[in-house]
């Protein structure tokens, strides 16, 4: 769906990110979302470089994007805001009470299990690299990704997604597993490497990642706070 | 509800911890969501200093705890299990759409947001303490600890819980906060110090915490792989 300025949904994003942070802000998941289930949304954009204003920490209270709101709700964190179009929308969440919580199962696991330990990689290879303790740490946090990743790989064997179909729980592991481009874990399980190439085929995946890349194209100052 | 080793519903836990673990192992949050739905449960132990058997990778594909079963579905990861339990329990998640997708949202950011940060400064303090990258990384995650907290004692103002009601969002974060009982740091904020005390003074909390340090005092022998 094309963002729409006249949609009931508004997700909330940044105007502008460093390089590194393109196609990774957690606005991806939920346009990813959106479009699985194939609702339009308008997007309110926030300038990242400025401190956020005050009025915001009631909409989304750490301060962080995306933020969300529909007819019904206003909400915050992108697991959160995924499982609830989710309740809506079979593509994302079955319907039977086995599959709904087996794929929330693996949405919480991506968020939980696997994204703590690649983000304290991601933290030192983009903000510490040349620390001292970013040197000393980094093999042991390197060995628990790859430890976390080879589980994931046993786990998906030759299966399409964690759970046969694509679910919610495909679209966060994938979104998670993003953060690791800069390294070669991923293209070291080609098990996975095959799975997250899949699921970033998903014609609602390339829409959403299209979306995100050209809100940061427009001009900064575009941005409103 | 006391452990029925009848129950439908199976919990799998740890059957020994060492001390600084006890109280704090994840099948609490399991426990505690039972107890505030009123459903009894077995438990099932495991050996937490051997190796994973490899036939529960196929429950819990991480090799953690907990696993859970019940008549309808086999399941992983804690946050997922509260949630499940939740859709026929409105003591943990409101039956009206908006009031559910917030309460998602609370769980959510306790796993997602807070506890990341919490468990890098937990892995300091309990694993690395003397190590020197540990003496130079530690200040900074203190910082970042500190500045979560203070927005989530923001937020929490002067409502008894998060979204006013408990919920599971509060059920999460309490667990969660749970961690930093080595520090000060939730002191430092009377506001959450009161919010913690008030989650964990509920009786479905102690019988949770009771239920989980009782399987602990029997004998390492009694587990079963």
Not at 34 to 41: F, H, K, S, T
Not at 86 to 96: S, T
Not at 107 to 134: G, K, Q, T, V, Y
Not at 145 to 162: I, S
């Amino acid at each position: 769906m094309p963002v729409d300025p006249k949609a009931a949904i508004e997700v909330t994003a940044f105007a502008w990110v460093p390089d590194f942070a393109k196609g990774q802000v957690r606005d991806l998941r939920v346009r990813w979302a959106l479009e699985e289930a194939g609702l339009a949304y308008r997007q309110r954009l926030l300038d990242a470089m400025s401190p956020r204003p005050e009025a915001y920490f009631q909409e989304q209270p750490f301060g962080q994007v995306p933020a969300y709101r529909d007819d019904t709700v206003q909400l915050f964190e992108s697991g959160a805001i995924v499982l609830h179009i989710g309740e809506d929308c079979e593509a994302l969440l079955p319907r039977d009470i086995a599959g709904k919580a087996r794929a929330t199962a693996w949405l919480i696991a991506a968020l939980n299990s696997m994204e703590p330990r690649i983000l304290e990689l991601a933290i030192i290879d983009f903000f510490h690299r040349d620390a001292e303790w970013a040197r000393l740490r980094r093999p042991e946090v390197l060995e628990k990704v790859r430890e976390k990743l080879a589980r994931l790989a046993a786990w998906l064997g030759d299966k399409e997604y964690l759970e046969g179909r694509f679910t919610a729980g495909d679209l966060m592991m994938a979104a998670v597993l993003r953060a690791l481009r800069h390294t070669d874990l991923v293209a070291e399980q080609p098990t996975l490497a095959a799975y997250l190439a899949r699921c970033e085929a998903r014609p609602a995946f390339q829409r959403a990642l299209a979306a995100q890349l050209e809100s940061f194209a427009k001009s900064p100052a575009a941005a409103v706070a």
